[in-house]
């Protein structure tokens, strides 16, 4: 699954030039749900960076820790918890990484799984709105989930769904088929993503260090052709 995120300040007008950005986004070395998190959707026909609590909270939502952080992709359009907010609410986070634990005799070894180039990436997510009031609301989100393509299957079994920045508007448009935006759902491509071991003093979301991120292992990651 997806439990901890690593986002350093991003370039987002390079990333998403129509992007509207009046706030700041929110960044941290090792991000853990129930928290705020930035998000981007389309709002005016233009993506607009905003802020939502990480936990998707429907407001027939009893219990604030029953809350999900993730969905899979499988589920969307099957399951009430995210039917409506995949056809009508979708989002984006930009992030610069996603922790990961691979199981170890004794232990479980973290990676920070990133693009190889160490640039941005935009993981997919649904958002839903709870009414507190007529003029007050809390907004909230989940991470969208898919199987993890053969490189990364030692670490985890699932990772966010990445949509390119050239599919953005495509997948936060409402009017977009529901049968494209799940097609956009789809593992990472093998020449895409790679990971690196880092400290174990990751385990704790208290521990917001920059060297939670820092590499303790070269690169995992698929080699193309040339080279080799």
Not at 14 to 28: F, W
Not at 64 to 73: E, G, I, N, V
Not at 200 to 228: F, I, K, S, W, Y
Request: net charge positive; aromatic share 6%.
């Amino acid at each position: 699954m997806a439990g901890r995120l690593h986002i350093a300040p991003i370039d987002l007008e390079r990333l998403l030039p129509d992007l509207v950005a009046e706030t700041e986004l929110i960044t941290g070395t090792n991000l853990a749900p129930r928290r705020p998190l930035s998000i981007v959707r389309l709002e005016a026909g233009r993506p607009r960076l905003a802020t939502a609590f990480w936990g998707l909270t429907p407001p027939w939502l009893k219990v604030l820790d029953h809350a999900p952080h993730c969905a899979r992709a499988e589920a969307l359009q099957t399951r009430p918890m995210f039917r409506e907010a995949f056809g009508a609410r979708r989002c984006l986070v930009p992030v610069t990484g996603v922790y990961a634990w691979k199981p170890q005799p004794r232990f479980k070894q973290p990676f920070l799984v990133t693009r190889v180039d160490r640039g941005p990436l935009l993981l997919a997510g649904l958002w839903c709105r709870f009414h507190t009031g007529l003029s007050e609301y809390n907004d909230s989100m989940a991470l969208i989930t898919v199987p993890t393509n053969n490189l990364m299957a030692p670490l985890t079994d699932r990772l966010p769904a990445v949509i390119e920045p050239r599919e953005a508007t495509r997948w936060l448009d409402p009017q977009t088929p529901i049968a494209e935006a799940q097609a956009l759902l789809a593992p990472a491509p093998g020449e895409l993503l790679g990971a690196f071991t880092v400290s174990r003093g990751v385990n704790d979301p208290a521990n917001q260090d920059p060297t939670c991120a820092h590499p303790t292992g070269p690169m995992l990651r698929q080699h193309l052709p040339q080279e080799r």
